[in-house]
């Protein structure tokens, strides 16, 4: 039988493994606006992952404190709805709408697509989650 956390850490894993496929996938979307504010393509070293496995660590224990230990089995979909938005909101609005006033080339567009995907992506995973505790 699965314990309470570990099942709060494979969806950790699981959160941000699909995040970082989304991230993967979208690469030459967001590398074009890249491209457009520093003139060259991006650029990735050591440095650069480093960077990336912290901001994943720091998401990934972000959703399990805030999220994931707000959710119990007796916990509605309604109950945890406000909750998962506005992290969602929080985490991918204060990234994206700071890239947004960082840089004079930064599409507003680009800034709603990436929130709008950290929204959806933590309700998202946190329902199945959700769901899974129900059944457990």
């Known amino acids: ?3 309470n956390i570990q099942l709060k850490l494979l969806f950790v894993v699981i959160y941000l493994v699909v995040d970082i496929l989304y991230v993967s996938m979208s ?3 967001y590398g074009s606006y890249v491209k457009k504010i520093q003139g060259s393509d991006m650029k990735y070293s050591n440095a650069n992952m480093v960077s990336a496995i912290l901001s994943y660590i ?4 972000g959703w399990f404190v805030f ?7 007796s916990t509605t979909y309604l109950e945890i709805l406000p909750f998962t938005v506005l992290y969602g909101l929080i985490i991918y609005g204060v990234f994206n709408t700071t890239l ?11 800034s ?3 929130t709008m995907w950290g929204v959806s992506w933590i309700t998202t995973i946190s329902l199945i989650y959700l769901t899974v505790l129900k059944k457990l």
């Open 67 to 73: 999220i994931a230990n707000k959710i119990k089995p």
């Open 100 to 110: 947004f006033v960082m840089f004079d080339k930064w599409d507003i567009y680009v």
């Open 112 to 114: 709603i697509r990436d």
């Open 58 to 61: 720091i998401l990934g224990a």
């Open 27 to 29: 690469r030459e979307y």
């Open 1 to 3: 039988m699965i314990s």
